[in-house]
């Protein structure tokens, strides 16, 4: 079993519309989340961190459920700008500075 | 964000040869250092951690003698692929951090990555 496991996707949505991208973690220990965005043989961009009391920005919310180790991202108004693939990610070592990668769920926002 | 430069952005070698890359800080003091491994349409996969003036720490499966990894300053670490093969191809991106404490994550900034093709 993956440790980060995504739902590949792709989604296909028009321009405007709400997406939600959902992510399972296997390690309890995890201590921090995030959601990175890479575009096409590009490096990742952190998005936004994930935090269990939820947290916004502009468009983007993102929530975790520790007690069910779930963590989603929730988009509204899409851009054709959002298309990427969307990166769940969580920490763990020692240092808690190990980031584990989900394989990323791909987005397509077309007009 | 800080700046994170990686070198070659991409290299095509023959099998057997050995190829190096670099990652640099440009704007900040990296005390540790990730190697990340992304295949087509897989996750990054973590390779190795590097700390400044240490011997790198690597994830299980990865090999350290075919994976040399120097991380000799503040604002430099290397990876050499050693003996290249095919299966070498993939995407390697560095990532690089400031000081950890214990228990607490440091954001990571991520260099553009490098494509290798092995023929």
């Known amino acids: 079993r993956k440790e980060v496991e995504q739902d590949p996707g792709p989604f296909n949505v028009p321009e405007g519309a709400t997406v939600a991208f959902n992510c399972t973690y296997s390690n309890s220990a995890s201590q921090s989340f995030f959601w990175y965005r890479q575009d096409c043989r590009k490096e990742p961009k952190l998005l936004m961190s994930?935090?269990?009391s939820g947290n916004e920005d502009g468009r983007f919310t993102a929530q975790l459920n520790r007690a069910s180790q779930y963590i989603s991202l929730l988009i509204r108004d899409s851009k054709l700008s959002d298309s990427a693939t969307y990166l769940c990610?969580?920490?763990?070592?020692?240092?808690?500075?190990?980031?584990?990668f989900g394989a990323g769920t791909i987005l397509r926002v077309k007009s | 964000g800080a700046v994170v430069s990686q070198h070659p952005s991409w290299v095509i070698c023959k099998s057997g040869t050995s190829v190096k890359i670099e990652c640099r800080s440009l704007d900040f003091q990296a005390t540790t250092m990730f190697w990340y491994r992304q295949f087509p349409k897989q996750s990054l996969m973590l390779m190795a951690t590097?700390?400044?003036?240490?011997?790198?720490?690597?994830e299980q499966g990865v090999e350290k003698d075919k994976f040399l990894i120097n991380h000799a300053s503040l604002t430099l670490s290397t990876l050499t692929v050693t003996s290249a093969h095919p299966e070498d191809s993939s995407f390697y991106i560095c990532?690089?951090?400031?000081?950890?404490?214990?228990?607490?994550?440091?954001?990571?900034?991520f260099g553009p990555g490098t494509r290798l093709t092995v023929l």
């Open positions: 994930v935090y269990s």
């Open positions: 990532s690089a951090a400031g000081t950890s404490v214990s228990g607490s994550y440091n954001e990571q900034f």
């Open positions: 990610v969580a920490t763990h070592g020692e240092y808690g500075n190990k980031l584990v």
């Open positions: 590097s700390n400044e003036g240490s011997k790198a720490t690597y």
